[in-house]
């Protein structure tokens, strides 16, 4: 099995490197596909799970379908003194870890 939950091939995942992938779409698109082993937290509800997120103890990386919502959560995460990287749209995410940037 791939990185996607519909089984495409992809490279390894942040989370293979200690990062906590959160997918901060609604749960409908999470449900239609996501990175493995990534959380859903839609980015309605990451204020009131702040604590949650904090208690894993991991740097996050986020991610949306085309990157508004991720850049919202990615601040919404540092105002709360939590280590984090936006992955920007579900592509540039994947970008991203093809080439090893994040």
């Known amino acids: 099995m791939g990185l996607f939950s519909r089984k ?3 490279p390894a995942t ?3 490197s200690g990062r906590l992938i959160i997918d901060v779409r609604n749960h409908t698109e999470y449900r239609d596909g996501h990175i493995n082993g990534a959380i859903n937290i839609p980015v309605h509800e990451l204020r009131a799970r702040i604590d949650e997120v904090r208690s894993l ?11 508004k919502r991720s850049e919202h959560a990615a601040m919404i995460l540092s105002q709360n003194e939590i280590a984090v990287s936006d992955g920007g749209g579900f592509d540039s995410l994947l970008q991203k870890m093809k080439s090893s940037s994040l």
């Open 8 to 10: 495409k091939k992809q």
């Open 14 to 16: 942040p989370a293979q």
């Open 57 to 67: 103890g991991k740097p996050v990386v986020t991610y949306c379908s085309s990157g």
